[in-house]
């Protein structure tokens, strides 16, 4: 299916991915400093599903066109290879206007924090984006199961997220001080992050297509 090479690249953008930082960590970070690790816990494992169904939905549309049609197929990683760059731009930039302390969010207790997870990441049409112009990247064409290898692939992204956003819970405490509190911190964080997705962008709009 995948070969090592971009296997190995695909887990090494995936985990660095996954510890910086974003919308979906932050979340579960406020649910857990509002309710407690249990409400971080379901809350994480709502997000979890929601970016499933997510890559469920992105590998049902986007796996037909792309084991059928070779310019498509091309179409889909310059343009996504294209995203990334834009992602990892507007994330330096964002990191640069950055305030000295983020606002403590006014969150209401959710009756069933997993399932407000879900709605969160399912109504997320960033992350929808995200899986379209990531994972088509380090599909295999020539291998053929498109479907099958956009779904391992998507599973193991949500997945090292997911874990990362445990992590986080299990750790709110000094995590979220450190996170919320420092300006700096977050820069750096987003710099980097911005930065991994600039290279991983022009990396594999240059790379030879499979």
């Known amino acids: 299916m995948v070969d090592s090479s971009k296997l190995a690249l695909f887990l090494t953008a995936a985990l660095l991915l996954a510890v910086a930082p974003g919308p979906g960590m932050l979340y579960v970070l406020a649910r857990s400093l509002a309710g407690g690790r249990r409400e971080g816990v379901l809350s994480a494992l709502g997000t979890f599903v929601g970016g499933m169904v997510h890559v469920l939905a992105a590998a049902a549309g986007v796996s037909v066109v792309l084991a059928r049609s070779a310019v498509a197929f091309a179409t889909v990683k310059y343009a996504g290879a294209a995203y990334l760059c834009f992602l990892g731009v507007r994330m330096i930039l964002a990191a640069s206007r950055d305030k000295d302390e983020l606002p403590t969010a006014a969150l209401p207790p959710p009756r069933n924090p997993f399932w407000q997870g879900i709605a969160t990441e399912v109504l997320n049409p960033k992350t929808a984006l995200f899986f ?54 977050r820069r750096a964080q987003r710099t980097a992050t911005g930065g991994i997705m600039i290279g991983l962008g022009t990396y594999l709009a240059v790379s030879k297509s499979e």
């Open 132 to 185: 379209l112009s990531f994972i088509p990247q380090f599909v295999n064409r020539e291998a053929g199961h498109v479907f099958a290898q956009f779904l391992a692939l998507g599973a193991v992204s949500v997945t090292l997220n997911t874990s990362a956003d445990l992590v986080v819970t299990m750790f709110a405490g000094p995590l979220g001080n450190r996170i919320r509190s420092s300006a700096r911190f």
